[in-house]
């Protein structure tokens, strides 16, 4: 009965393998979020404030950070939580693909939300005056947790790596 169990709950992790996959229907509609962004502005540049390109540019790499952390998130979790990529080395195989265990994983992760909210509170600082005050204070708040949490989970990876 308990090797049943055993083989019942490591063959659930399986499960996880449509949640990766759905993650890259999430990448597409980031992929196509960002062209239409793009052909919105090409007709118009021309007549684009500097500020106002440059806030259309942040949002562009924003979702590009996104998309990068989405990338990460889908293959890592899969090889850490489901199996291993099967991917001929002469493929275009990334270098950290098989090396990020689940501890690095998340250190990423953080430091690409803390990436992802440096480049929204960019924007929101190049637009303060249709932005309230109190606001700003938030934005800035979430932002300083943002940091605060990745760099404590960080340490704690370091303190427990080392013991």
């Not at 600082?125 to 979430?142: C, R």
Request: hydrophobic content about 55%; charged content about 20%.
């Amino acid at each position: 009965m308990e090797r049943l169990i055993e083989k019942l709950m490591y063959g659930a992790r399986w499960i996880m393998a449509p949640i990766y996959l759905g993650l890259s229907l999430v990448l597409l509609a980031l992929g196509i979020k960002f062209f239409q962004e793009i052909f919105h502005i090409l007709p118009n540049v021309l007549h684009m404030k500097e500020v106002d390109l440059i806030l259309v540019t942040l949002s562009l790499i924003d979702i590009t950070l996104v998309g990068g952390l989405i990338v990460m998130v889908m293959f890592s979790g899969y090889e850490n939580f489901v199996s291993r990529l099967d991917v001929d080395d002469d493929d275009d195989k990334l270098g950290w693909l098989g090396k990020l265990d689940a501890g690095s994983l998340k250190n990423k992760v953080a430091a690409s939300i803390v990436a992802i909210s440096s480049i929204h509170l960019l924007k929101v600082f190049m637009n303060t005056e249709n932005i309230a005050n109190d606001k700003i204070k938030w934005y800035l708040l979430i932002h300083i947790t943002f940091v605060l949490s990745a760099f404590a989970m960080g340490y704690l990876d370091k303190l427990t790596r080392h013991k």
